[in-house]
């Protein structure tokens, strides 16, 4: 099993994405966002394969490991694996046919994402230690990504036992939202990595994560 409290890593869970780097270093943009209370790190970059990923996973894990934070890596199993990440996570589609949790063994972190009760149930059963579940304010780097609304959030939350973090055009502006939605935390992109002072924003969405997520003290069943 994990060696990470998966409850307050999901806090303020920061998803990387290079498209708002402007000429910066990933790790270095990880570093000050990390450093500003980013709870997790998700390495999410759809556009690099092979060494070019293991080179940047291993980068950003090298930050995530100097700050005690759960390293993970999207998708890409073999990737996680090969870097000895904290864990994966995978969207459904990634799931079908493969039994993931066998593939990454019991201490890794296994994500999914669930955009409907039976899509959380199946997950939860499939052997899931946490949910990613949105969109719920749409999306600023996935122009396709379906929205979620907050009744649906609350359902699925209600529908498990394992913790569900929120995703989707989260900023400081409608993070508020979440509040009573069973969540425990906020999954965040161009809301961290997008802005001008990615540190600056970690650490505000960090306190507000912090008065919002820290209410709820009961698995979301």
């Not at 749409?138 to 498990?160: H, M, N, W």
């Amino acid at each position: 099993m994990t060696r990470f409290d998966l409850r307050g890593a999901l806090r303020l869970y920061a998803i990387t994405d290079r498209a708002w780097l402007n000429g910066r270093r990933l790790a270095d943009v990880v570093e000050t966002v990390v450093a500003g209370g980013a709870t997790c790190v998700q390495l999410r970059e759809k556009g690099l394969r092979g060494e070019a990923l293991l080179a940047q996973a291993r980068e950003v894990q090298a930050v995530a490991r100097r700050h005690g934070v759960p390293f993970l890596v999207n998708d890409d199993v073999e990737a996680a694996l090969a870097v000895d990440a904290d864990g994966v996570h995978v969207g459904q589609e990634d799931v079908r046919g493969r039994d993931i949790r066998a593939l990454i063994g019991r201490d890794k972190i296994l994500g999914m994402t669930a955009r409907t009760v039976e899509a959380a149930v199946a997950a939860e059963r499939a052997g899931a230690d946490y949910l990613g579940a949105g969109a719920v304010f749409g999306s600023a780097t996935k122009q396709d990504a379906r929205p979620l609304s907050l009744e649906a959030l609350r359902a699925i939350c209600a529908a498990v036992a394992i913790p569900v973090v929120a995703i989707g055009g989260i900023h400081a502006g409608n993070l508020p939202r979440l509040r009573g939605s069973g969540a425990v935390g906020a999954a965040v992109v161009s809301g961290l990595f997008g802005q001008a002072d990615p540190g600056q924003a970690a650490k505000g969405l960090r306190a507000l994560a912090d008065q919002i997520f820290g209410e709820e003290k009961r698995p979301c069943r």
